[in-house]
């Protein structure tokens, strides 16, 4: 247990310092993960892992075909140009109206299309909008907290609040209901903080129209979107696991789009296909995903995650703390791990379905990590994005962030009080 242990925080180490030490992160992840099970197999299981990880395999296999199937139709809807729907009507000259309108519509499109997407889609909007300098860095900060905020409360909307939702832990509805306002109140308190150190206007924008826009962008984006929106429906009424449902609108999508590009000749070299939208997808962090699983698993199976829940409910006693310390810890370390671990050591048994303590941690892994810049996947995208420096986020983003996590932890208090 010990070696396993070190050999995990080894990788966490090497991991959370992949940018000064310039290794991907994906690649310290599988290979943390197959030392973690290679010393397991050395250190007296004589039946060897296979029948370990088989045991695993089902439930990291439904996270990653989901994750690919939802990375894929959000990378088709922005080949075709389909989140022109949104981008165009984005005109004002009013600093503080285009940070509020520019917030929401990230909070929104994060639950539905997941944070990281939203972020990266949004932080392209504000550089096509603002010029390089102060203000852009704020809007960039505030698409980091808007997206990690609107993902938190949905079961599609961040990888971790998948990971509940798929092992169990959280249902549709239920999970909506108990964190959407805490989530929107996280996200609004440093809106208003934010908000107030914008001053002047911009020049209107003026919309360039194309020669050719990409053909059918529009049934692109309601076909993808509503497949995306369909996924927590038909779990909860047809009982369709989410990956499965992901999967196959994504073939749905993918006949569209291959019909959509017959007869378009002007498109013979450039129209944008499906496949070439698979090229885009950020295959490294899937793998990450996968390694990080892996990893978790073993320190599962060696008895880690039993101690550390043991420590962790004779230290802090309240499951309200425990998930807020967890959360905390999300600023810091990658939350899907942590959120990872958080379900293997706390079985259902222990907290069943919808339990208070689920929809903390879903909330508290969200939104905690917008608290510094490098505790989420959206914060690392502007960072590379928008030039966001850590330094500069957690002087002028951080705080506005803190208040809102800790207001939104005030509101879920709340809401099992009135309940």
Known sequence: ????????????????????????????????????????????????????????LVEISSIVFFLLAAMTIVEVIESFDGFHLITKR????????????????????????????????????????????????????MIVVAANAGGAFSPIGDVTTTMLWIGGQLTFPRVVQALFLPSLISFLVPLALVAGRLKGKLEPAVEVTPVSAVPGRNLVFVVGAGFLIAVPLLKTWLHVPPYLSLLTGLGFLWIITEILGRGKLRYVDRRPTLPSALKKIDLPSILFFIGILIAVAALDDAGVLSVL????????????????????????????????????MFPLTQFATDTPFWHWLAFTAGTGGSLLV???????????????????????????ALAGYLAGLAMLLLQIFIH
């Open 1 to 56: 247990m010990i070696v396993t242990t070190i050999l995990f925080l080894v990788g966490y180490l090497i991991i959370t310092l992949e940018h000064p030490l310039k290794i991907e992160k994906a690649a310290v992840a599988l290979v943390t993960g197959g030392l973690c099970w290679a010393w397991l197999s050395l250190s007296g299981n004589t039946g060897g892992i296979d029948n370990l990880l088989e045991h695993h």
């Open 90 to 141: 984005l005109g004002f000259s009013n600093k503080r109206l285009l940070l509020v309108v520019i917030g929401l519509i990230t909070f929104f499109l994060s639950a539905v299309l997941d944070n990281l997407a939203t972020a990266l889609v949004m932080l392209a909007v504000t550089a096509k909008r603002l010029p390089e300098g102060e203000d852009r860095l704020l809007f960039s900060g």
């Open 309 to 344: 829940a043991s420590t962790l409910v004779s230290w802090l006693v309240n499951p309200a703390l425990i998930a807020a310390f967890l959360g905390v810890l999300s600023s810091v370390f990658d939350n899907v791990p942590l959120v990872a671990g958080a379900a293997r």
């Open 374 to 400: 490098i505790g989420s996947a959206a914060g690392i995208t502007a960072m590379g994005f928008s030039n966001l420096r850590f330094g500069w986020y957690a002087r002028r983003i951080g705080l506005p």
